[in-house]
């Protein structure tokens, strides 16, 4: 299985930005999906984005528009950059890897970052 970490939550105002990135222990080039969800106390986690080894793009309806998935194979890196941030985005982020396309559960999953937007 491959190691996820995750960098980059914090405290954020309203409609402010922050990036997001996943540092994967080993190639993450054959690996069908890479992506980011999120969930807060006693919630499940939810769908960010994802994003396939084609480059293929999906995201949560509430964040299309604000926020960007992308994969930079040859730094075995997956990043989200999160803009016009609002208090609902407040949760804690996770990566995942989904290698064989068998959705995210079957995949590694990170510790997880906080993220917190309030004024």
């Known amino acids: 299985q491959v190691q996820l970490v995750e960098s980059g939550g914090g405290l954020v105002q309203p409609g402010g930005s922050l990036r997001l990135s996943c540092t994967a222990s080993r190639s993450i080039s054959s690996i069908y999906a890479m992506g980011w969800y999120r969930h807060t106390p006693g919630s499940r986690r939810d769908l960010v984005a994802t994003?396939?080894?084609?480059?293929?793009?999906n995201y949560a309806d509430s964040v299309k528009g604000r926020f960007t998935i992308s994969r930079d194979n040859a730094k075995n890196m997956v990043s989200l950059q999160m803009n016009s941030l609002k208090p609902e985005d407040t949760a804690v982020y996770s990566c995942?890897?989904?290698?064989?396309?068998?959705?995210?559960?079957?995949?590694?999953w990170g510790q997880g970052t906080q993220v917190t937007v309030s004024s």
């Open positions: 994003i396939t080894s084609k480059g293929i793009t």
């Open positions: 995942n890897a989904d290698p064989y396309g068998l959705g995210s559960e079957a995949g590694s």
